[in-house]
């Protein structure tokens, strides 16, 4: 069984009593337990919108979602979906330990504070436990985000352009650090980005989406041996494979 099955889902929006706008059409994705499967596709071509299915933020109008065979709505419910977006969305007025904390306090369980700070050691924020949000670097945030959404051991990573707010040089490190991130636990991850080499770098399998309403234009698979270094995005084949599917973003 596929960690996510995506079957035949599409997803329309009413603007008006008149008027209905179309996102998806006939989605089919499935992917494995472990993998880490990165979406790209232009604006407006409802990559997010997918992505906000899978974590039960929205309901689809036709098809079927299951995560590990159940409707993601009950990984939701049950804690076990860890998201992350492109704002970290810490609280300003909470520490980094606090805002690791918040998980535990909404689902009403009991703060385990050894893995609130197995996971600061593991994204790298060792020495800022009590800093606040404004004390930290924007990728320094992310980082805390990315750790948040992992407090309550999810079955599922879900990454909407967690990085595109950050500029090159922050956005590579962290590409390294989430990969380091992900070597260590191997959690199933969906992540969206409007990066072509970052999803090549990042990912076991890249997913291009087009048009409006939005279609899977390609489903291509990166062999890439791991870890990546960044010296690997000057090889001839990355820029190839780049080139390739950048086309198929214009198509």
């Known amino acids: 069984m596929a960690a996510i099955e995506v079957k035949q889902v599409s997803k329309s929006y009413r603007l008006d009593r008149q008027r209905e706008v179309l996102a998806l059409k006939g989605i089919d994705l ?24 899978v974590a039960a933020l929205d309901e689809v109008s036709e098809g079927t979602i299951l995560i590990d065979g159940q409707p993601p709505a009950l990984l939701r419910d049950g804690h076990r979906l860890g998201i992350a977006f492109q704002d970290s969305a810490l609280l300003p007025w909470l520490s980094v330990s606090a805002n690791l904390a918040l998980p535990y306090r909404i689902a009403g369980l009991a703060v385990n504070a050894a893995r ?40 599922l990573l879900l990454l ?23 070597l260590e636990r191997k959690l199933t991850t969906l992540m969206v ?51 390739d599917l950048t086309l198929l973003l214009e198509h």
């Open 30 to 53: 499935s992917i494995h337990e472990g993998e880490f499967v990165a979406l790209i596709g232009p604006s407006g071509c409802g990559k997010s919108t997918l992505l906000h299915l």
């Open 160 to 182: 909407d352009e967690p990085f595109g707010a950050l500029d090159a040089v922050t956005r590579r490190r962290m590409n390294l650090e989430l990969q380091r991130i992900w």
């Open 116 to 155: 609130v700070k197995d996971l600061i050691d593991l994204v790298g924020l060792q020495g800022f436990e009590q800093a606040r949000p404004s004390q930290l670097s924007g990728g320094m945030r992310q980082r805390a985000a990315i750790a948040r959404s992992l407090c309550l051991e999810p079955s």
């Open 193 to 243: 980005t409007h990066s072509v080499e970052e999803a090549l770098f990042l990912a076991d399998r890249v997913i291009v989406m087009n048009g409006r309403p939005g279609v899977i234009v390609e489903d291509r698979e990166i062999r890439f041996p791991r870890p990546r270094l960044m010296e690997g995005m000057r090889l001839e084949e990355f820029h190839r494979m780049a080139d």
